[in-house]
Nanobody, 121 residues
Framework: QVNLVESGGGLVQAGGSLRLSCAAS????????MAWYRQAPGKQRELVAA???????NYADSVKGRFTISRDNAKSTVYLQMNSLKPEDTAVYYC???????????????WGQGTQVTVSS
């Protein structure tokens, strides 16, 4: 059993900052790539940022230079620092983790419950 628990969403004015956290729990598993996705009303879920277990990162063009993804492998936690927020960043943000179970050759994807981020103009 693997659980992802997110925190840190909320309401902020344009230009402000928020920091999201996502802690993964599960015994005997390896947490590989982790990522943040978001879904705005009426839109498809999209990748915001991803980070490998080794720390390699990639970002959506729309957030480059404003958002920073990081992780603490000892805590199985991924963070998303969001600066210079814009109203178009308003969405439900979901944490994603790719988990490797013992004796398995493929990762299984897990999702958090989502956290609302609202940016007012």
């Amino acid at each position: 059993q693997v659980n992802l628990v997110e925190s840190g969403g909320g309401l902020v004015q344009a230009g402000g900052s928020l920091r999201l956290s996502c802690a993964a729990s599960g015994s005997g598993v390896r947490i590989n790539d982790m990522a943040w996705y978001r879904q705005a009303p009426g839109k498809q879920r999209e990748l915001v940022a991803a980070i490998s277990s080794g720390g390699s990162t990639n970002y959506a063009d729309s957030v480059k230079g404003r958002f920073t993804i990081s992780r603490d492998n000892a805590k199985s936690t991924v963070y998303l620092q969001m600066n210079s927020l814009k109203p178009e960043d308003t969405a439900v943000y979901y944490c994603n983790a790719r988990v490797r179970f013992p004796y398995h050759v493929l990762d299984n994807p897990y999702w958090g419950q989502g956290t609302q981020v609202t940016v007012s103009s």
